[in-house]
């Protein structure tokens, strides 16, 4: 069985979208079920047996049958690669399913996260009055794109995967924001994907874990 080792603890706003979420919404997903193994914040996360897990002293990562995996995209791929409804069984229909993982977190969600950090770490620092705006332009001009190439479709590829799994969790990083107000098709692609059972129970156990009411 899958070990998740997730945080004991992480700051209210941070418990749901830490990215172990994409993990449990890809095992929960796949019908996989699995064990949490927590580590506390601060010097826990850089001891020799972490490491070994997460080189960068992060979370999420997981354990099975003597396989260690860190990275939330590879972890979630893994997972993918035994389960056809989350990632297609034909090689087209794979490979785009990819384009859309990578793209997700190379594409899109360096620009949502420099602006979270902007606003949940730095906000009011003098530096950010000239920087925000230019992130935020660019990202509205990332998130038109990324709406016309959604088009009319429900998903990405027009059928649910990883792809769409690993980009709702990146657009969500935006719930501090109005910013997808603008994206009326693709605020609805996110809550789309979010009102499937497998994404509720997911963050329903995440925000159980780190004693958040849901
Ligand atoms: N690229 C990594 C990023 C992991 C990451 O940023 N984890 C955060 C929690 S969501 C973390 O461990 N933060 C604490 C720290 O960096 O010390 C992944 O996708 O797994």
Redesign the pocket.
Known sequence: MITLTT?EW?PDF?AP????L?VRWALEEAGLPYKVRTLA?GPE?RSPGHLAR?P??????IEEDGLTL??????VLHIAERNEDLLPADAAGRARALAWLFAA?NSVEPPVQELAVIDLFHAREAWTAERRPQVETFLRDRLALLEAALGERDYLEGRFTIGDLMMTDVLRILGHTDLLDAFPRLKAYKDRCEARPAFRRALAAQLQGFGVAA
């Open positions: 945080y992480v941070a979208l830490m990215r172990a994409r914040l996360q997460q960068f002293a992060q979370a999420p990562a860190f990275e939330s995209g590879a972890i977190l």
